[in-house]
């Protein structure tokens, strides 16, 4: 257990990080939307495709063959279409109206409020809100963080520090106690808020949408208490010094080491994952510092 005792997580971080988690919701809806849409608009081509094909009563060979690849495309087409529509239906909570939150959740007033003051939000057609935007822009600066944080801290959440190994999560298991998550130390040794650290790490496991009612939970201020916990629980770099028949080794040194083959290894698990998946070039970890307001 850790007997570090941390500084809290601010109301500041408090207001911005739950303005976040709320970017990241409506962002999601207009993200579906904007795929069910440019479907639709295939399928519309396609059809028209199809019909004047169709409408020719005497077709060459290729026009036959064309016909024919149009009308593969249009079924695979529709069945997208399906998908993005269930998508689209799936998403449908997070398009947050002004009648739900003065009804039902009003707790969630003094974000929204915060949204639309920064040009985060605006009112759409429906009286629901939607990014404009700013907030489009500042929603791609978070998932360049979410970015970031995968590529550079994932690697050591589950650290050996008895062997000085790192957790292979496709092959170790990592429920086994031999393993430390390092991530709050990694980020104080750096100068990174922790808190904020953690916040990505929690919105990147989708951990904060796991309870249904988690927009309750952020009106009433309970939705980053786990965050909290975590935060002040975890491995401090004090803690990480320890004491051999060469003398004293401090969790400053210990550390440091960590890091060194930690990022050599992140370094090498991104260009695997860059090769496998054609990914653009490796995130700049500062972006992980960013304060948005």
């Keep these: 257990m850790n007997d570090t005792t941390r500084s809290p997580l601010s109301d500041d971080a408090k207001q911005e990080f739950g303005e976040l988690l709320l970017l990241d919701r409506l962002m999601q809806y207009e993200n579906a939307l ?19 094909l169709k409408g020719t009563f005497f077709r060459s060979d290729e026009e036959d063959y064309e016909l024919e690849q149009v009308q593969q495309d249009l079924i695979e087409a529709r069945q997208a279409g399906e998908e993005t529509a269930q998508e689209l239906k799936d998403t449908e909570p997070n398009h947050l109206s002004i009648a739900l939150i003065e009804q039902d959740e009003s707790g969630l007033e003094p974000i929204l409020k915060g949204m639309e003051q920064r040009g985060l939000i605006r009112i759409d057609e429906q009286n ?84 249904p009612e988690w927009r309750f939970d952020l009106a009433v201020g ?8 975590t935060v002040q629980d975890q491995i401090s770099v004090e803690e990480l010094g320890y004491e051999d028949d060469k ?28 090769e496998a998946e054609q990914q653009a070039p490796m995130p700049d970890e500062q972006v992980i510092t960013t304060s948005y307001w």
């Design 34 to 52: 904007a795929d069910h849409r440019e479907v639709e608009a295939a399928i519309a081509q396609l059809e028209e495709q199809e019909k004047a």
């Design 128 to 211: 629901c809100f939607t990014p404009t935007e700013q907030g489009r822009r500042v929603y791609e600066q978070l998932v360049g963080q979410l970015d970031s944080y995968v590529t550079h801290f994932d690697v050591y959440a589950s650290v050996d520090l008895e062997e000085g190994a790192f957790a292979d999560p496709d092959t170790d298991l990592l429920e086994d106690n031999r393993w430390s998550d390092l991530r709050v130390a990694v980020a104080e040794h750096k100068g990174i808020d922790p808190h904020r650290v953690v916040f990505l790490a929690l919105l990147s496991a989708e951990a904060f949408f796991e309870n």
């Design 222 to 229: 309970s939705l980053f208490d786990e965050l909290e916990t």
């Design 247 to 274: 003398g004293a080794v401090s969790g400053e040194d210990v550390i440091a080491d960590i890091i060194e083959r930690g990022s050599a290894l992140a370094q090498e698990r991104f260009q695997e994952r860059q």
